[in-house]
């Protein structure tokens, strides 16, 4: 059950929206206290729903039908203001080591209430780096994706293979697969391949088709 330590940086979602995403983050910081005094610091204006440490406790922060300050510029399938849209989860992992098992355990417990509650699809379910590509790239390269996708809370890869597969094709599908926020080719390469393949590097290939 989480704790919960109320952050001043959150609103009214706009529009009478209400939750259709879960934005999974990493905190970048050398300690989930230290990522807990940031988002409940007014002047760094920064906030998420919650925060999960290393060992699997949970912090509340923001009420779910509130609106936190987590994404920040970006925008997937289309639509922007993903603060208003979504729900922000913070893990505490500063991007070069693994998730441990308990982290991982509560955030699929997590995100399983989150998902029932708001009626979120696992298409529903991305990562910061999705819908700001070239300007972030959590939860990076070492978050298990595929430990989601195979508990059903998270969608695995669909093909938009084409009959060419060059660099105008690989963005268009990459826009039909939701990223759709602006970014260069490069950035939106290498967001698409944070998702679905980080190990892959180098030139375009028709692996990367599988969105």
């Known amino acids: ?4 330590n109320a952050s001043p940086n959150c609103g009214e979602r706009r529009n ?3 939750p259709s995403l879960i934005v999974i983050h990493y905190t970048a910081m050398q300690s989930a206290q230290a990522a807990l005094e940031r988002l409940c610091a007014p002047e760094a204006e920064v906030s998420a729903h919650y925060l999960i440490d290393l060992g699997g406790d949970v912090t509340q922060l923001v009420e779910e039908a509130q609106r936190a300050w987590h994404a920040g510029a970006g925008e997937w399938q289309g639509y922007d203001d993903i603060n208003s849209r979504s729900i922000g989860i913070e893990l505490d992992n500063r991007g070069n ?3 441990p098992e308990p982290q991982m355990v509560a955030l699929e417990t997590l995100m ?3 998902m029932a509650r708001w009626d979120i699809p696992a298409s529903g379910v991305i990562g910061h780096s999705c819908m700001a590509p070239g300007r972030k790239f959590d939860p990076g390269p070492r978050f298990d994706w595929a430990r989601l996708e195979r508990q059903g809370l998270a969608e695995g890869p669909q093909s938009y293979e084409t009959d060419e597969q060059d660099q105008e094709a690989f963005v268009s599908a990459a826009q039909a697969a939701g990223f759709t926020a602006p970014a260069d080719f490069d950035a939106l390469l290498h967001s698409t391949r944070l998702r679905r393949a980080p190990w892959r590097k180098g030139p375009l290939q028709a692996a990367d088709f599988m969105l």
């Not at 059950?1 to 919960?4: C, G, L």
Request: charged share 15%; proline share 8%; aromatic share 16%.
């Open 1 to 4: 059950m989480a704790r919960f």
């Open 16 to 18: 009478g929206l209400t």
């Open 97 to 99: 080591h693994p998730f």
């Open 112 to 114: 399983r209430g989150i």
